[in-house]
């Protein structure tokens, strides 16, 4: 497996791997990997000849105040996780090679999908993740990318990118891998102290509690959010920061499940951020 | 010569020369094609194994009130001019060809670069090209884009987008066609009425007089900008846009003349409003 650092030295080897014929997979990532990283991985193992997984803490898209600086980075543990997996090659650039010139001018925004859910409660969020993928798309022109439906709004708001700017790569998206407790994988989890590790279990069983009722028959969209929230409220460390149940496509709220549903949430344990998300079909 | 209009022959075709191992050149434009559009074709010819030149009125790039609708269409006689030029492909999307799903939901937006000259006059504006320019690329992956220097703040934004966005395209600039008389060639020009032609020299008439002024050693960009306005002013049917002195990269305002500088105005002759610029080094 490679560790390549610089935009010329990976776009050296995507040319010459075009030049072989090869079909290119990219699993964007943060890095800190886990299993859900993992799944995508072997994914894109299944559907191309070669796989590059980039790891990138992108400032464009934390805001002020949020954990840019502290998220966690690993690369020598990524790396051997990586290779484990089959990866070919790490693509792993500095700040200053993604963004060469100071201050980058030009983004990417997709409007009406990034508005609620994470989009109100982290703003300029999305535009930093479109930007960046854009890039990463450009740089390293996949056929296939990946993308885990843990962040269901991202992988909305990257399909609708996608389709609109006329990009030339297959968004696959792959589901939640999940704890035995329930809880999301996440390179966040590690934030979680003592017994908050515990105490984040309430996302996941306010879903399960939300399609415990569906299947019942409910289709009230503010009687499974009052459940839900009873539920989280009763949990002394959490503090919701939102729960929605929206159009899976278009991110849009809806009062009766019908189609596609997406019912997501963030949740703060402790200081930590999470969040969470199961997609009903009705 | 090819004339194809939806994506997916377009599509086709580009994947056909690539196989070829082509080198794909676009010219895009918005049709009703002069000696300009033909000098972008010519350097493409020169440059590039295959050239596709686009003829696409976007809509996206025009404000309300705006000539969106009026705005000169010939797509026969473009075609025989494109023919003659040398043209692989004519590629004319329609409307809903470019934009499926209804309203376009992602933009390309280029921050500060944007904000003077015509995108203060046309809001939106270079949010439209921006965003149809990086559509067209990704339809097309030309290897190298022409256009035309008489857009001088459109080559700047479009120069910064590729670059920002790590897009793989060389963007190739050309110097302004002119008629004999100074005037630079436009689709617009057809809308001069009688002797709104004549009356419309004089925006070529004051940058030639700032190059002279500049070649006798005057740097002071608020003296040139006083001597060209006093020139237009005394055009009854001349009413200025804007008419600023920038720097030809970053397109900040400058007070004395240093470097790449760009002279550039918008001009209404009667209710036609035309741009013009010269490039200076200083």
Not at 33 to 43: D, I, R
Not at 77 to 89: H, K, T, Y
Not at 160 to 177: C, G, K, T
């Amino acid at each position: 497996m490679l560790l390549l650092t610089t935009l010329a030295d990976m776009k050296a080897w995507i040319t010459a791997r075009r030049k072989e014929g090869k079909k290119i997979g990219l699993v964007p990532t943060m890095g800190y990997l886990h299993q859900g990283h993992m799944a995508l991985v072997t994914s894109a193992k299944r559907d191309c000849d070669a796989v590059v997984l980039s790891i990138f803490v992108n400032p464009l898209q934390f805001g002020q105040g949020e954990d840019y600086e502290v998220y966690p980075r690993d690369l020598k543990r990524d790396s051997q996780l990586a290779q484990e997996a089959g990866v070919d090659v790490i693509f792993a650039p500095t700040v200053p090679e993604m963004y060469p010139r100071g201050k980058q001018k030009t983004f990417v925004e997709v409007e009406k999908l990034t508005e609620r859910l994470c989009g109100a409660s982290r703003p300029g969020h999305f535009r930093g993740v479109t930007t960046v993928v854009t890039k990463l798309f450009n740089i390293i022109t996949p056929d296939y990318a990946y993308f885990g439906q843990k962040d269901a709004q991202q992988v909305a708001v990257i399909r609708r990118m996608a389709e609109d700017l006329n990009m030339n790569v297959q968004i696959e998206v792959l589901p939640i891998v999940r704890e035995a407790d329930g809880l999301a994988l996440s390179s966040r989890n590690v934030y979680l102290l003592g017994t908050e590790r515990e105490s984040a279990r309430v996302l996941y069983q306010a879903l399960e509690k939300a399609q415990q009722e569906i299947a019942q028959g409910e289709k009230d969209a503010s009687m499974l959010l009052k459940v839900m929230t009873r539920m989280i409220e009763q949990c002394d460390k959490a503090k919701i920061d939102y729960i929605e149940i929206v159009d899976a496509f278009t991110m849009e709220p809806i009062q009766k499940l019908e189609g596609s549903c997406l019912i997501a949430m963030a949740v703060y344990i402790g200081k930590t951020r999470l969040i969470d998300n199961v997609l009903v079909e009705v």
